[in-house]
C-alpha cells in the first residue's frame, strides 16, 4: 500500500511539475492607426489648381460698381460626406498684400495703393476673411459632396479720388474643409 501512495505522490508531483514548467510567452501588443477627416480639393471650374481673374482696363469711376466685378467659380470636391457634427466650411487667407478697409470690413489688399478687392457669394453677401464660413454652392447631404462654388470679385477704394491708375495683381488662398 505504501508502494501505491508513494505512486500516486509521485504521480500528482510529476503532474503538477509539468504544469509549472510549461512554455509561456509574453509578448507585448503595438497597435497603431490614423483616423482621418474626409479631403476636400479646391480647383478652378476646369479641375485646374490655380484661380484666375482677369478685370481687364477698368475706368477709375467704375471702381466699387459691377462694373468693376468679375465672377470666380471654383470646384469643390470631397472624397467623403461630413463627419458628424461637421459642416463644409472655407477660409480665405489675404496673400502678401494683406487687406484694406472699405465700408468698415477688411477686403483683400492689391499691390496698387488704396485698391481692395472684396468678395461676396453669388447672392451679394460679403464673405469674411481669415474666418470659417458655409461654403456655398456644395450639396453636403451626398456621400462625396461636390459643386461650383461662384463668388464675385469687385473692385473698391476707401477714397477713389486719391486712386491712381496702373497695373495691380492680389492674391489669396482659399481653404476648403470639414469644422
Known sequence: ???SGLRAV?????????R????LADIPITITGTIIEPACSVTD???????????GPVSLEDVGTVKAQQSLTMRVTCDDSAPS?????????PGSNGTITWSGQPV????????????????????????WVDVPGVDT????????????????SPDTSTLTA?????TASVVVSYI
Open 1 to 3: 500500500m505504501r508502494m
Open 10 to 18: 509521485s504521480l500528482a508531483g510529476i503532474l503538477v511539475f509539468c
Open 20 to 23: 509549472s514548467t510549461g512554455v
Open 45 to 55: 471650374a476646369s479641375g485646374s489648381g490655380q484661380t484666375e481673374v482677369n478685370f
Open 85 to 93: 457634427g461637421k459642416s463644409l466650411k472655407m477660409f480665405i487667407t
Open 108 to 131: 483683400l489688399g492689391t499691390s496698387l495703393s488704396g485698391l481692395g478687392i472684396d468678395l461676396t457669394d453669388s447672392s451679394q453677401t460679403r464673405i469674411p476673411l481669415s474666418t
Open 141 to 156: 447631404s451626398v456621400a462625396a459632396p461636390s459643386g461650383e462654388m461662384t463668388l464675385r470679385a469687385m473692385l473698391v
Open 166 to 170: 496702373g497695373n495691380f495683381s492680389a
